[in-house]
């Protein structure tokens, strides 16, 4: 996600908390925190995809491999 659609998303909520939304604007608003929750999600994804944990029995569990295909 870029940083102007982070800036929108900022731009809604202060709109929101000061005069109110249009249904419009709600709507936008709507789908940006959706569209940046994903985002969220895929980076959080990728980042624990290249994780390997050592065992207490000392083997080595690669969480990319084990938990890859969950989403």
Do not use: C, W
């Not at 998303?9 to 929101?16: F, G, P, V």
Request: avoid cysteine; aromatic fraction near 4%; charged fraction near 30%.
């Amino acid at each position: 996600m870029d940083d102007s659609r982070i800036t929108r998303i900022n731009e809604l909520y202060h709109k929101s908390q000061n005069q109110g939304l249009t249904p419009e604007e709600k709507e936008e608003q709507v789908r940006l925190r959706m569209e940046y929750v994903q985002a969220v999600r895929a980076n959080l994804r990728g980042q624990l995809n290249n994780i390997s944990i050592k065992e207490a029995d000392g083997s080595i569990t690669d969480l990319g491999k084990k938990f890859g295909d969950v989403q």
